[in-house]
């Protein structure tokens, strides 16, 4: 059987048996997904590259544990997940979390996060130059903190739903829901600030 | 024209971001083709998503799927190789086979002797490594815990777990579970009553010689506060009362190891509880991890494991108030340098 015709739960069989075509089936079927993943979540090429071969190397090294009756994409990006942040954490090691961060989360509530995303009058980004917006965008992506900026990745580039991102997160329902409505309040906020920033130029 | 209410408007978030069912993507549609308030909140949502769409799917370059592909050839050919020889050695192995093992008194008494040295040789280094084992365990809790408030506080407007309380109420009586807010463990409990944190990991390892404790999880939601003192085995910071002391603190201690002093605690909530300080109480550690130190989860999340009690640039000592000699359980610190916790 061709190897583009097996499931992923197949192929994983054939991956851990070290068949090299199940390898490069299996990196090529992920590889655009878990790419735009690393690089929207993680700020250098360098680290993506890296994170990006520590996901497939762990997937080989855990297969045992991989119950073949689930779906194989939302534990290769638990993995992914896992791995990003740990890079993440060794890059800022020296920079401490202050204690006022703990206090003074960047989140907002449910109405808040509402209050701004229908606050705007006609479309935001007409107003900036076409090319700009991607480059603004992944600004303010990029600067956003950690727990927020998975959370929009994951739901919004990788389409996963609230159940799986709790499984990814190990974090609740509940959690995911105000986390992502929060991250996506806060997306809006900033590029409402810089269209604004923009007219008054 | 019906309002949109709340769950209405959620569902039309939802929607907006992908994360509906069919069944509830067809009721979204309904509601935004029906009702025009929800018709607006649905484009402005879709507008200020639109910029998100600018930023298309980064495409994988094949040098690093040809990377990837060759560290994993490279891994499962020596995983291979590895089994290889790991089944040609055995194979190769010789094994003696003894008729006679115990051939006569002598033999079975030398061989009693090895045994009981082997043994006794291993005892403490087996113990050793279990006791850093359980330390490096109780670590990973104590970062497990702080992950949990974390979450927690993200979750809730950025609000730490607290329960109201007024100053001066007792914070040692840990398993009461009357209306009053008694006893600090209140606070981090609402961790393990929100799911944020898992019961397991408030109890030391090392204190529990890696016994595993349970409560009934099915009456947990029941509870204001761990059921019992034998569930939390870590001491928690008690603020002080005048936050704007001016003193400077280079390091806030969140969690530690238990504070030697309230190791015992009265079980009739009733009774006073009164510590008096004596030298052995002002110098031993906890007695977690056997005396030799504690385990202190500190404001920056870091988990250290501190041989004295002594902790910051003013090397203050956490399990006690400065000039304080008798503990009645409603102590607090008179300054936010004085880093104290307790029970």
């Not at chain 2, 009702?35 to 600018?54: D, T």
């Not at chain 2, 690093?64 to 290889?84: G, W």
């Not at chain 2, 603020?239 to 190791?263: A, M, W």
């Not at chain 2, 920056?300 to 304080?324: E, P, Y």
Request: proline residues 4%.
């Amino acid at each position: 059987m061709p190897l583009k015709k097996l499931t992923d739960a197949e192929l994983l069989d054939k991956f851990g048996d070290g068949d090299e075509t199940a390898f490069r089936e299996l990196v090529t079927r992920y590889k655009n997904s878990l790419y735009t993943f690393l690089s929207n979540f993680l700020n250098s090429r360098e680290l993506v590259e890296d994170v990006f071969q520590e996901t497939f190397i762990q997937l080989f090294t855990s297969r045992e544990s991989f119950d073949p009756t689930r779906p194989l994409r939302p534990w290769l990006f638990t993995i992914a997940a896992n791995k990003a942040k740990d890079a993440l954490r060794k890059q800022h090691r020296t920079a401490a979390l202050p204690i006022g961060s703990l206090v003074d989360s960047e989140e907002m509530s449910f109405g808040d996060a509402l209050n701004v995303l229908t606050s705007y009058e006609t479309t935001p980004y007409e107003k900036i130059e076409e090319n700009e917006t991607a480059t603004r965008v992944r600004h303010i992506i990029e600067t956003m903190p950690e727990n927020l900026r998975e959370i929009l990745i994951l739901a919004y580039f990788n389409k996963f739903s609230y159940k799986q991102m709790s499984q990814i997160l190990s974090i609740p329902i509940g959690t995911v829901k105000s986390r992502l409505h929060a991250a996506v309040g806060r997306f809006a906020k900033e590029w409402k600030a810089l269209v604004e920033s923009k007219e008054l130029k | 024209m019906t309002p949109v209410d709340n769950q209405e408007t959620r569902l039309i978030l939802d929607y907006c971001l992908g994360q509906t069912a069919e069944n509830e993507s067809a009721q979204a549609e309904g509601l935004i083709s029906e009702n025009p308030e929800a018709r607006e909140i649905y484009l402005k949502i879709k507008a200020a998503l639109a910029p998100l769409e600018s930023t298309a799917e980064h495409i994988c370059p094949d040098a690093l799927v040809d990377k990837t592909v060759n560290r994993l050839n490279i891994l499962a050919r020596a995983s291979q190789r590895k089994l290889e020889l790991l089944i040609a050695a055995e194979q190769a192995k010789t094994i003696p086979v003894k008729n006679y093992f115990w051939r006569n008194a002598a033999q079975a008494m030398a061989t009693a002797a090895a045994i009981i040295f082997i043994t006794a040789s291993l005892i403490a280094p087996l113990s050793y490594a279990r006791q850093i084992y359980w330390k490096q365990l109780c670590q990973m809790q104590l970062q497990k815990i702080w992950q949990g408030l974390n979450n927690y506080s993200n979750d809730h407007n950025g609000q730490m777990p607290e329960v109201a309380s007024v100053a001066g109420q007792p914070w040692w009586k840990v398993g009461y579970q009357g209306q009053e807010n008694h006893s600090n463990t209140r606070n981090v409990w609402l961790l393990t009553k929100g799911g944020y944190v898992n019961a397991a990991n408030f109890i030391c390892p090392a204190k529990s010689q890696g016994k595993v404790t349970q409560f009934d999880p099915a009456k947990a939601k029941q509870y204001s506060d761990f059921p019992a003192r034998r569930y939390i085995t870590y001491s928690f910071r008690i603020r002080t009362v005048s936050p704007h002391s001016g003193d400077f603190c280079q390091q806030k201690v969140l969690i530690s190891d238990l504070n030697p002093l309230f190791e015992k605690l009265p079980s009739n909530y009733s009774q006073a509880f009164v510590v008096k300080l004596n030298n052995t109480l002002a110098n031993i550690n906890s007695s977690n991890h056997n005396g030799c130190g504690q385990n202190i989860l500190l404001g920056d999340g870091s988990v250290n494991f501190f041989k004295t009690r002594l902790v910051g640039l003013q090397q203050d000592d956490i399990f006690t108030l400065r000039d304080k000699n008798v503990y009645q359980g409603t102590e607090t610190p008179a300054s936010e340098a004085d880093l104290f916790v307790a029970p």
